[in-house]
Antibody
Framework: EVQLVESGGGLVQPGGSLRLSCVASGFTFSTYWISWVRQAPGKGLEWVANINQDGSEKNFAAPVKGRFTISRDNAKNSVYLQMNSLRAEDTAVYHC????????????WGQGSLVMVSS | QSALTQPASVSGSPGQSITISCTGTSSDVGSYNLVSWYQQHPGKAPKLMIYEGSKRPSGVSNRFSGSKSGNTASLTISGLQAEDEADYYCCSYAGPIIRFVFGTGTKVTLL
């Protein structure tokens, strides 16, 4: 069974940093792209970033480009989202997600990790 | 990149069919047959219902179907049931720079 479990969320002040982790199981982790998708309280879904199988290709949404970085450790079946210069508008539940059957879709999701940016 | 446009809410009676539209541009929905649809119940993670415009993942009811015409994709739910009450989001691949763009979301309610 495919499982994705996020951790690392919490309360942080504006301008601060936080690192989210996503640990995967139930599939051959090193052969899949992984994405981060966030959802602000009461709002819709927003794609944030993704990383390819060996970490050589990374893509970011415009609102986080230059502030967030993404990395992975295939030996630990883990993906990380390093978030710097956090703003109030980054407050959201952050989900990691894997594609379905190697298509441009998100077939498997973690339950998410809440990040709150507030003073 | 702006979010894809969906109606804020759609409602229907049990057993009826409803359709949710998802309007993008020639840079996303119109350029790729790579629209996916997600169902989200309160407090839960999204669930993939349709991928590549009209394909259903294993285990998803055939009451859910997808289509596309020009820059607009659609999700149809037939034989509406109580468990279909949820938020629905479309998502389109938008090329190698933007990557993915989600829709604004639609709340489906039963009358």
């Amino acid at each position: 069974e495919v499982q994705l479990v996020e951790s690392g969320g919490g309360l942080v002040q504006p301008g601060g940093s936080l690192r989210l982790s996503c640990v995967a199981s139930g599939f051959t982790f090193s052969t899949y792209w992984i994405s981060w998708v966030r959802q602000a309280p009461g709002k819709g879904l927003e794609w944030v970033a993704n990383i390819n199988q060996d970490g050589s290709e990374k893509n970011f949404a415009a609102p986080v480009k230059g502030r967030f970085t993404i990395s992975r450790d295939n030996a630990k079946n883990s993906v990380y989202l390093q978030m710097n210069s956090l703003r109030a508008e980054d407050t959201a539940v952050y989900h990691c997600a894997r594609d379905y059957d190697r298509t441009y879709s998100f077939g498997y999701w973690g339950q998410g990790s809440l990040v709150m940016v507030s003073s | 990149q702006s979010a894809l446009t969906q109606p804020a809410s759609v409602s229907g009676s049990p057993g009826q069919s409803i359709t949710i539209s998802c309007t993008g541009t020639s840079s996303d929905v119109g350029s790729y047959n790579l629209v996916s649809w997600y169902q989200q119940h309160p407090g839960k993670a999204p669930k993939l219902m349709i991928y590549e415009g009209s394909k259903r993942p294993s285990g998803v009811s055939n009451r859910f179907s997808g289509s596309k015409s020009g820059n607009t994709a659609s999700l149809t739910i037939s034989g509406l049931q109580a468990e279909d009450e949820a938020d629905y989001y479309c998502c389109s691949y938008a090329g190698p720079i933007i990557r993915f763009v989600f829709g604004t979301g639609t709340k489906v309610t039963l009358l």
